[in-house]
């Protein structure tokens, strides 16, 4: 995805108000590797189950608060934006309010994905040879691909698409 520098991440935001997006504390934007990042994602270090994405879109990045939900899945569920099958690492249940008026009415999103948006990384690994003459690489890259079709569905869902 393309570089966010501070004022650009701040109002790419849809669905908070001006408390939380002032509550809000941003990751290290010069540190990230953003040619590695289909989306951007990050857990507040100063709230507990309050998280971030900003997700590429045609018409600009856009940014959603999420909460994590209170219940635990039994069982280890399956991320819905990297569906990695691999499992390495937790994944939660987040609820997104929804932009504008559908969320001043109490209107979410909810969705599975990794606890710490490892989605990016997760899709970044060359899969096992499924077979001989599997192409990883362009399996790789239609994993890629795909994520970012799912991270532009959601944000598509939380903007009332
Ligand atoms: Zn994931």
Known sequence: MHALDRAGLLTSFVNTTRKE???????DLDDLAWDRLDYLGWRD????????????ADDGPVGVLLRQAEATARTRAQ???CQDVRLPNDVVFYAAKRAGAA?????TVGTLVCRDFQCSAN?????P????GFD????????????QLRAAGFAAAV???
């Open 136 to 147: 990883r690489e362009a399996a790789r890259d239609d994993r890629i691909v795909e994520l």
């Open 45 to 56: 270090p100063k709230r507990d189950r309050r998280a971030y994405v900003v997700l590429p």
């Open 79 to 81: 991320c819905s934006w």
């Open 103 to 107: 969320g001043r009415r109490g209107d």
């Open 129 to 132: 040879l499924a077979y001989t």
């Open 21 to 27: 997006l002032a509550d809000l504390t941003p990751p």
């Open 159 to 161: 903007l009332g698409g």
């Open 123 to 127: 899709v970044r690994v060359l899969p």
